[in-house]
């Protein structure tokens, strides 16, 4: 059972950058896939990016892609998403992911989740 906790949330004007976190504990988070879902009021959980067991491999949203950055340190057993230009719409609550997979880009084969964290973007 893999437990995840992210953190590095908050307030931020437009244009302005955050890093999140996503700590696992209890399992070997080497072999986990990896992903950053975000979810405004609303409107439904969506897909921001996702990472490989190994790093090698990510894949993004076309709504965050070149200021978006995931990344992760299995020796630390964290991720990361690095987020650049914020705007306004990019507030939402983030959620961190883990899969079985090796990549995966949809919600449904995803079997680990944190708590998430708010992110809000004031213009």
């Known amino acids: 059972q893999v437990q995840l906790v992210e953190s590095g949330g908050g307030l931020v004007q437009a244009g302005g950058s955050l890093r999140l976190s996503c700590a696992a504990s209890?399992?070997?988070?080497?072999?986990?896939?990896m992903g950053w879902f975000r979810q405004a009021p609303g409107k439904e959980r969506e897909l921001v990016g996702a990472?490989?067991?190994?790093?090698?491999?990510?894949y993004y949203s076309d709504s965050v892609k070149d200021r978006f950055t995931i990344s992760r340190d299995n020796a630390k057993n964290t991720g990361y998403l690095q987020m650049n230009s914020l705007q306004p719409e990019d507030t939402a609550v983030y959620y961190c992911?883990?899969?079985?997979?090796?990549?995966?880009?949809?919600?449904?084969?995803?079997?680990?989740w944190g708590q998430g964290t708010q992110v809000t973007v004031s213009s």
């Open positions: 209890g399992g070997t988070f080497s072999r986990y896939g």
């Open positions: 990472i490989s067991w190994s790093g090698g491999s990510t």
């Open positions: 992911a883990a899969t079985n997979k090796f990549l995966a880009t949809v919600s449904h084969e995803y079997n680990y």
